[in-house]
T-cell receptor
Framework: DSGVTQTPKHLITATGQRVTLRCSPR?????VYWYQQSLDQGLQFLIQ???????AKGNILERFSAQQFPDLHSELNLSSLELGDSALYFC??????????FGNGTRLTVT | GENVEQHPSTLSVQEGDSAVIKCTYS??????FPWYKQELGKRPQLIID?????GEKKDQRIAVTLNKTAKHFSLHITETQPEDSAVYFC?????????????FGKGTKLSVKP
């Protein structure tokens, strides 16, 4: 167990809908990172938060947004969903001097 | 930002043989290079990492080598076993030396045949 908790494990929704993915980092970690992994694809960095503030942005679509709350949990909001958004979404946490540890992911299926 | 290239994309070996996966990176300021193993449907798990102040690091059957001049690093797995079958990802930090915010290679699917 990595200590990073993601919910839900699975999500099935229709095109055009909006969903929220949730992540709780490991105890003591201030940073949260979101990654997208499409079928047979690598891990694409979406966005990083550090202690409530956005720290870095990757290939995140404008339809996607995220935030980190005072208790350090983070939410990734995906709106106007398209079939191509179907993927595994991973959250990871890590401190300044510790490696990234990934949660078990949320599998999103858009039908 | 950082760019990471990983080769080969697939690798098939016989049990007991060695496997080598290579990665190159573009940002000479990068100083931390982890390797992750991902089994089907599961989360990526860190298996070994290396910092730029050393050239090699070993952990039992796994080793990583780093050539900063050439900007490449490699994963070596000796005496492979069927349970080593998985997808392996290399990574390097984006925006220079920061350890977080990793950019990943596209992965190598390793198959170990009994």
């Amino acid at each position: 167990d990595s200590g990073v908790t993601q919910t839900p494990k699975h999500l099935i929704t229709a095109t055009g809908q909006r969903v929220t993915l949730r992540c709780s980092p490991r105890s003591g970690d201030l940073s949260v990172y979101w990654y997208q992994q499409s079928l047979d694809q690598g891990l694409q960095f979406l966005i990083q938060y550090y202690n409530g503030e956005e720290r870095a942005k990757g290939n995140i679509l404008e339809r996607f947004s995220a935030q980190q709350f005072p208790d350090l949990h983070s939410e990734l909001n995906l709106s106007s969903l398209e079939l191509g958004d179907s993927a595994l979404y991973f959250c990871a946490s890590g401190g300044q001097n510790s490696p990234l540890h990934f949660g078990n992911g949320t599998r999103l299926t858009v039908t | 930002g950082e760019n990471v290239e990983q080769h080969p994309s697939t690798l098939s070996v016989q049990e007991g043989d060695s496997a080598v996966i290579k990665c190159t990176y573009s940002d000479s300021a990068s100083n931390y290079f982890p390797w992750y193993k991902q089994e089907l449907g599961k989360r990526p798990q860190l298996i070994i990492d290396i910092r730029s102040n050393v050239g090699e690091k070993k952990d039992q059957r796994i080793a990583v080598t780093l050539n900063k001049t050439a900007k490449h690093f490699s994963l070596h797995i000796t005496e492979t076993q069927p349970e080593d079958s998985a997808v392996y990802f290399c990574a390097a930090p984006n925006y220079g030396g920061s350890q977080g915010n990793l950019i990943f290679g596209k992965g190598t699917k390793l198959s170990v045949k009994p």
